[in-house]
Nanobody
Framework: VQLVESGGGLVQTGGSLRLSCVAS????????VGWFRQAPGKEREFVAA????????TYTDPVKGRFTISRDNAKNTWYLQMNSLKPEDTAVYYC?????????????????WGQGTQVTISS
């Protein structure tokens, strides 16, 4: 099983990026999938998660109104659209899969992780 993120990069404050996570080796259409991030010197933190149908979505407060998570089960892929980016969004972003709707924000609930993609926001 492999999760591969893409779409990271360097953008200026106020810019946008769209992260993608493509899964292979098994389907995650019945699982909660999500995004986490880890800034230098900080612990990994939850960013967003989406249920298998998309009916349940949750975000960490700092990204509400700016980030949008979505998924395409037919492609075994999920996305994180990030708008109005701020320097404090700078981090390595990880996609994850395998949680339930009761554990969407808990990193220990995810059994599958990508390798991470760097997002850097310049001021």
């Amino acid at each position: 099983v492999q999760l591969v993120e893409s779409g990271g990069g360097l953008v200026q404050t106020g810019g946008s990026l769209r992260l993608s996570c493509v899964a292979s080796g098994r389907t995650f259409s019945s699982s909660v999938v999500g995004w986490f991030r880890q800034a230098p010197g900080k612990e990994r933190e939850f960013v967003a998660a989406i249920s298998r149908s998309g009916s349940e979505i949750t975000y960490t407060d700092p990204v509400k109104g700016r980030f949008t998570i979505s998924r395409d089960n037919a492609k075994n892929t999920w996305y994180l659209q990030m708008n109005s980016l701020k320097p404090e969004d700078t981090a390595v972003y990880y996609c994850a899969a395998g949680a339930t709707i009761w554990t969407m924000a808990r990193d220990t609930a995810y059994g599958y992780w990508g390798q991470g993609t760097q997002v850097t926001i310049s001021s």
